[in-house]
């Protein structure tokens, strides 16, 4: 469930308005004894209170990394598609609608590098179980379900990173799908990082 409620509230969170949560008195970024960093979405996962934030750049999935960690953040997995959707609301307004990928904290197992037709059965379905998140604040596979229809497909055998797709001309798939793409593909057109809400003393 979303702390935040409508594209309405993240508008005035970012024009630096302390917008309130629906019928709470609580502001975009905190809620009770938990606050986000500033720029960053409060979410509800099943293991507490989450910060995500959408951060405009070309950058690959590993400098996306490198970018968060700058912030004392990850690359940000989904617990839900309702986060999915959320990013993708932040990111068409962080990106002005540009076209390409925003990358998010999954990563192909192991177990199920190379073709397809190779995967061991505890890869398929591939969607559900050839990725896994890396954020370590993710509970369940929900948002997997997201991945656009034929995908993942590991195109030439090195589609190991995971991106949303972030605007409605991206290559015939709908945005806020996700598409399993090489991990030095440079055809981002941002990232999406996230952190632990952090407990007020």
Not at 6 to 25: G, T
Not at 80 to 97: F, M, P, Q, R, Y
Request: aromatic letters at 10%; a negative charge; glycine letters at 6%.
């Amino acid at each position: 469930m979303f702390i935040v409620c409508s594209l309405v509230v993240i508008l005035s969170y970012l024009k630096n308005c302390h917008a309130s949560y629906c019928e709470m008195e609580d502001t975009l970024f905190s809620v009770g004894n938990y606050t986000c960093p500033d720029n960053y979405t409060m979410v509800s996962r099943v293991k507490g209170y989450y910060c995500l934030r959408v951060i405009a750049g070309s950058e690959n999935p590993i400098e996306s990394e490198t970018s968060c960690q700058l912030e004392n953040s990850t690359l940000a997995s989904f617990e839900t598609t309702d986060e999915v959707n959320l990013a993708l609301e932040l990111s068409l307004i962080a990106t002005n609608s540009a076209s390409g990928y925003c990358w998010i904290g999954a990563v192909r197992q192991a177990a199920c590098y190379g073709p397809a037709t190779e995967f061991n059965a505890g890869c398929l379905p591939a969607a559900q179980n050839s990725f896994r998140w890396t954020d370590g604040f993710v509970t369940g596979i929900e948002a997997f379900s997201n991945f656009a229809p034929n995908r993942p497909d590991n195109y030439r055998s090195d589609q190991n990173c995971v991106g949303m797709v972030s605007s409605t001309i991206s290559w015939g798939t709908a945005p806020g799908t996700l598409d399993d793409a090489p991990c030095n593909l440079t055809s981002g057109s941002c990232h999406v990082c996230g952190q632990p809400a952090q407990e007020l003393n």
